[in-house]
């Protein structure tokens, strides 16, 4: 019943193309990310999946890697957004496109994200973490806290700046996305992410390490998010069949298998951010996962197997309440001490046994409670006038629940004394 009127909402696309298969991949996505983080609180160590007759597969390597389930994210936001503008012939202006694309952007991610900052907020009043100060949270309403080298409140909260400026940008971006344009979108963009990347480990290296953390920035990350748009672009102009899609998937796996492979055996090289090898690979991998995502947006058998069955597509749908709230219970897990005094081998299982029933309970609950009725109202554009003020004017209630959350978290300061998080 969840995941059927799950999907009913999920299916009304903007371009209205529903592919079952990325809801998959987001579900790839998400759990590889935390897979890395549930690894993480277990102290690391060896990470085995048994199998009968005493034998196992070792996942540590996947583990290490979880930071690519973001990549996945980010390419595949590039191929999602990107797909409407290709698809639809739409008679409206630029700018308004363009002001339809960032409303329904906001009433998409805002919602679950304020929840999560007023339920963090609550938390610190009991000693969950320090409290923040208000510009600090004026920062995380707006995505902007980046911008000046504060450290996210979460630690997932870094990928949600990195994408609230794409969205800014792909209304423009999306305008080079033409036939004999796009070689210098593709091209130009690459080169750009490149430089940047090259001179930060220039200025890092010269004595200011602090702008190195610019290339989580959009800048440093933008070859997945063009990729993504590239992909899109070519399964607009021609989708193909099924059984083509599936070769596709094959050759991204592969390509991705590879290049893990050679990020574990020369981690000098390619995981030492001022390694110049890194900024040339880091497109390799932009383009492995692009390939992997185009062959799964044509659904052929494979991918319906592997990424459009009931699970992944479960885990999918609640994929950004997952990414959202997850951290949140693996650190207080890890606070409580509770994997003290046990044996590697057994840490990663006992975590996993107390934390996915609570991290997937809640994740539903945020979904069902929270985003789901701002997606009724965003597709409820043929009735404007109908319903509460809520569902006329979500991007203006969402502006207030913004502004009060910068507000209690004054009164909270003034109450209770600044206590600024460390930097």
Request: some cysteine.
């Amino acid at each position: 019943m969840f995941l059927k009127k799950s999907l009913e909402i999920e299916q009304k696309t903007t371009s209205g193309v529903y592919l079952q298969t990325l809801t998959g991949v987001r579900a790839v996505a998400v759990l590889w990310t935390l897979l890395l983080h549930m690894w993480g609180i277990t102290l690391g160590g060896p990470l085995y999946i048994p199998l009968p007759f005493e034998a196992q597969i070792g996942i540590r390597t996947l583990a290490e890697s979880g930071e690519w389930g973001v990549r996945i994210f980010f390419v595949l936001s590039g191929f999602l957004l990107s797909l409407p503008y290709l698809k639809q012939n739409d008679a409206r202006t630029f700018w308004q496109r363009t002001k339809t694309f960032y409303e329904r952007r906001a009433v998409r991610i805002l919602p679950a994200y304020y929840a999560l900052l007023l339920v963090l907020l609550y938390l610190t009043l009991f000693g969950y973490s320090k409290l923040p100060s208000t510009s600090y949270m004026f920062g995380h309403v707006l995505f902007i806290n980046s911008w000046w080298y504060e450290p996210p409140l979460r630690g997932v909260f870094w990928s949600l700046s990195v994408e609230v400026c794409f969205y800014l940008v792909l209304p423009f971006l999306i305008t080079a996305l033409r036939p004999g344009r796009w070689p210098y979108l593709f091209i130009g963009a690459f080169m750009v992410a490149f430089l940047f990347r090259v001179v930060l480990r220039h200025y890092a290296m010269a004595g200011n390490p602090q702008l190195w953390e610019l290339s989580f920035s959009f800048m440093g990350q933008m070859e997945y998010f063009i990729a993504g748009m590239m992909a899109a672009y070519f399964f607009a102009r021609r989708q193909p069949e099924g059984r083509v899609g599936d070769r596709f998937m094959f050759v991204g796996l592969l390509l991705i298998a590879i290049e893990l492979q050679l990020f574990f055996r020369h981690p000098e090289r390619l995981m030492a951010w001022f390694q110049p090898i890194h900024y040339a690979f880091t497109p390799l991998v932009a383009i492995a996962i692009a390939l992997f995502i185009y062959g799964a947006a044509a659904g052929g058998r494979f991918a319906r197997a592997l990424l459009g069955n009931k699970v992944m597509v479960f885990i999918g749908t609640i994929s950004f309440s997952l990414y959202l709230w997850h951290t949140v219970f693996m650190d207080a897990f890890a606070h409580a001490g509770l994997l003290d005094g046990l044996m590697p081998w057994n840490r990663f299982a006992i975590a996993s046994l107390y934390l996915l029933p609570p991290i997937l309970i809640t994740s539903m609950a945020s979904y069902w409670l929270v985003e789901m009725p701002f997606l009724r109202i965003r597709h409820q554009s043929d009735e404007p006038n109908s319903g509460s003020w809520i569902s006329r004017h979500p991007v203006q209630a969402l502006a207030w629940a913004g502004l009060v959350l910068v507000l209690l978290t004054a009164i909270a300061n003034l109450a209770y004394g600044v206590n600024h998080p460390a930097r």
